[in-house]
């Protein structure tokens, strides 16, 4: 059913027109995700993300009110879109042992694609604003926490997964994925990696499977 068309109220813009507002707060979306890739923090300015996306920098609080209400619509477009991928997981009928192989190699592909992810996401849950930090534990966390305990209870109940602590698997998980792309220093001068193939993460991903499902195979 079509809703009836709202009308402006006095102080916030009116949403007459739909398709432009649509259009910019991509565009920023857009831009804020490139800014953010190209560094290793996720320090970015209001002017930078203007200038990025080629629009006024006003935008910014007509669609999200601030830099934090952008940074977090940042994060949900993004968390939103790895969760979907979790849930065409969950439904597949695979072994466990392989959904897990499958959620690693998940959460690389993610993190190689927008490698800010976790540090944004946790830039935010560190901020003052207690509500912030709860809203993005009930769209993400909460979410990516229940995905993983169903697939190490499918794996109990079939025998092959002993029973784990879900907190510690998943910082051991999320953890291990996420220091590749936080420990660029390393890489370049430790490991004289300047550039982080697809070879590579895939190979990184194939080590952290194996140590998680190490961790969740039954004694003998």
Do not use: W
């Amino acid at each position: 059913m079509k809703a009836p068309p709202q009308k402006a109220v006095r102080g916030t813009p009116a949403k007459a027109n739909h398709r432009k507002r649509s259009h910019s707060d991509t565009l920023l979306l857009e831009a804020s995700s490139r800014l953010l890739a190209e560094r290793s923090h996720v320090d970015v300015s209001l002017s930078e993300i203007a200038e990025a996306s080629g629009l006024n920098s006003a935008l910014i609080s007509y669609h999200f009110g601030n830099k934090e209400g952008l940074l977090l619509a940042l994060v949900r477009r993004d968390a939103e879109a790895a969760l979907a991928e979790l849930a065409q997981l969950l439904a597949l009928e695979i072994s466990p042992q392989e959904k897990i192989r499958l959620h690693v190699h998940g959460v690389i592909h993610t993190y190689a694609k927008v490698p800010y992810l976790n540090r944004l996401m946790h830039m935010l849950l560190d901020s003052s604003n207690a509500e912030l930090s709860k809203e993005i534990a009930r769209f993400f966390i909460e979410p990516l926490v229940a995905a993983q305990t169903q697939i190490i209870e499918e794996g109990v109940s079939i025998g092959v997964f002993r029973r784990v602590d879900p907190m510690n698997f998943y910082f051991t998980v999320i953890g291990a994925c996420d220091i590749l792309f936080c420990g660029r220093p390393s890489l370049e001068n430790v490991f004289n990696v300047d550039q982080l193939t697809a070879e590579i993460c895939d190979q990184y991903a194939e080590f952290v499977a194996d140590t998680a499902l190490r961790v969740l195979k039954v004694s003998i």
